[in-house]
């Protein structure tokens, strides 16, 4: 292990696992180092959703999660007494239509197996202590438990460790936001009386929200709020008892727990950065954003910041792209981030609405949405996150002529060609065409040549994570060439 490394990654939870996992696979010399002794033994973020699991595909490891985890085929929510609305997750635009329901412990369990595969492991009991941008590399003290301290260089240094980062504080980035004036319970055991057990169970009580997520067996998550919080209060983790009696009370008959993993009080936070990155220093995951538990997205968006980060960082360490393009990393991914802090503090305000008369206005007006399949359709497309795009992006072309399919800045809905996925851009379109552009470009594209006649009446850009660069006709190949000039070094 290059005790200089190229990159330096604080913090080995999801983010920084999948971070590391995927320099790794582009051959970048990476250090992940990580305060606590051991991973996550907690359940924590449950739930990987369809574009996530389309990433890990085309990075080649998908399959690795998938025998760990068991598919999630829809929502319900009711009022115990009736059901408001279903959501089915098998409309889902994706080749992974449903929710793979799987404990954080063993997301983190495949991705630090499998980075230790690839020859890189985890330094535990080491904490980042103190850092500085030196404008051609960054110099940063790590700490071990016993006290003992090492200097070191990496070209970067990428923040993923968590809500309270030592990277963001050492840029002094505000952490905007608030925290939400309520406690919350949560529960991870065993659990009978609740079918059908393929679906998240979603109860709307006149007290307030009880919600239950399949983990696999008849093993469950609870959540239900517990009602005001002030300013700094805490709340004593719920027992057992207290739980039963909360299911028994806002859900429906028969619903029992037994043999609990986990009980724990806990109060929802909405925060996050304005940019991601300064200089050589880049923010992912928690440390950027932290948002409601809502529709399961952190640890989704989290490992998808660093899909972003991840490619760009390996075209400019190999000198296959000019380091500007690392400036599109903040645009893009503070601008999702947005967006799913907004959703998800949506969808928590609509489930803990507490006047009677506004609940009740809220269970017509979705019950009556729910029956166009539409809705379904765009609600499930928007929790497994493949409505997500970059259409102001820098990287997003102005698009050429073309008549059908996917625009600059939208999701290529196939899987990227075999080479390609997470290392160049693909060129897909007239073989003589993207051919040239393999040829002039040759550390930045790899050529796919269209067999599907449709795609051979356009030419694209597709990233290395999947989304359209640029869109054009045959006739717009000069504009491909153009963009691809730009980014070269």
């Known amino acids: 292990m290059a005790n200089n490394p190229k990159v330096l990654i604080t913090g080995a939870g999801p983010v920084g696992l999948t971070l590391a996992n995927e320099l790794v696979r582009h051959g970048i010399s990476v250090r992940i180092v990580d305060r606590s002794a051991a991973r996550t033994d907690k359940s924590k973020a449950l739930v990987l959703w369809s574009r996530t699991l389309e990433l890990l595909d085309d990075a080649g490891y998908a399959k ?48 630090e197996e499998r980075l230790a595969a690839a020859g890189v492991t985890v330094e535990r009991t080491v904490e980042l202590t103190r850092f ?42 505000a952490f905007e936001g608030s925290t939400l004036q309520s406690h919350w319970a949560l529960a991870d055991g065993h659990l009978e009386g609740l079918a059908p057990a393929d679906h998240l169970h979603i109860f709307w009580h006149r007290d307030g929200i009880l919600a239950f997520f399949p983990i696999g067996g008849d093993r469950w998550r609870v959540i239900a709020n517990l009602g005001p919080a002030r300013d700094g209060e805490t709340h004593p983790d719920p027992t057992l008892d207290d739980i039963n009696a909360l299911m028994a009370r806002r859900g429906s008959p028969g619903i029992v727990m037994s043999d609990p993993v986990w009980l724990a009080a806990f109060r929802i936070n909405e925060r996050k950065v304005r940019d991601y990155s300064r200089g050589r220093v880049f923010l992912a995951g928690d440390a950027a954003h932290i948002h409601s538990p809502a529709g399961g997205q952190g640890m989704n968006t989290g490992m998808q910041d660093a899909f972003n980060l991840a490619w760009k960082l390996a075209l400019v360490i190999d000198g296959a792209a000019k380091p500007s393009l690392l400036d599109s990393y903040s645009t893009e991914r503070t601008a999702v981030g947005d967006r799913v802090l907004k959703n998800a503090g949506r969808l928590t305000e609509a489930a803990t609405l507490s006047n009677p008369l506004l609940q009740d206005v809220r269970n017509a007006v979705l019950r009556f949405a729910a029956t166009f399949p539409h809705f379904q359709h765009k609600v499930a497309d928007q929790l497994a996150e493949m409505d997500i795009g970059y259409p102001d992006s820098p990287l997003s072309a102005r698009n050429g002529h073309v008549a059908t399919g996917p625009r600059s800045g939208e999701r290529w809905p196939h899987r990227l060609p075999e080479g390609a ?17 393999a040829a002039r470009f040759p550390r930045l594209v790899v050529a796919a040549p269209a067999r599907d006649p449709s795609h051979a009446t356009a030419v694209r850009l597709i990233r290395p994570d999947g989304y359209v660069g640029f869109a054009g006709s045959p006739k717009d190949a000069p504009r491909a060439e153009a963009y691809l000039t730009i980014l070269a070094p």
């Not at 999630?72 to 929710?99: E, M, W």
């Open 421 to 437: 996925g997470g290392r160049k851009f693909t060129a897909l379109g007239p073989a003589d065409i993207v051919a040239g552009l």
């Open 132 to 173: 500085s941008d030196k404008g051609a590399a960054v110099e940063a003290e790590l700490t071990k438990a016993n006290g003992k301290r090492e200097t070191l260089e990496a070209d970067w240094l990428v923040g993923c460790d968590g809500a309270h980062s030592t990277v963001r504080h050492g840029l002094g980035f």
């Open 64 to 111: 690795d999660f998938l025998s760990s985890g068991m598919p999630a085929h829809g929502a319900q929510i009711s009022t115990g007494k009736q059901v408001v609305a279903k959501v089915s997750f098998d409309q889902i635009d994706s080749r992974f239509a449903y929710a793979l329901m799987i404990a954080q412990s063993e997301t983190e369990r495949v991705l």
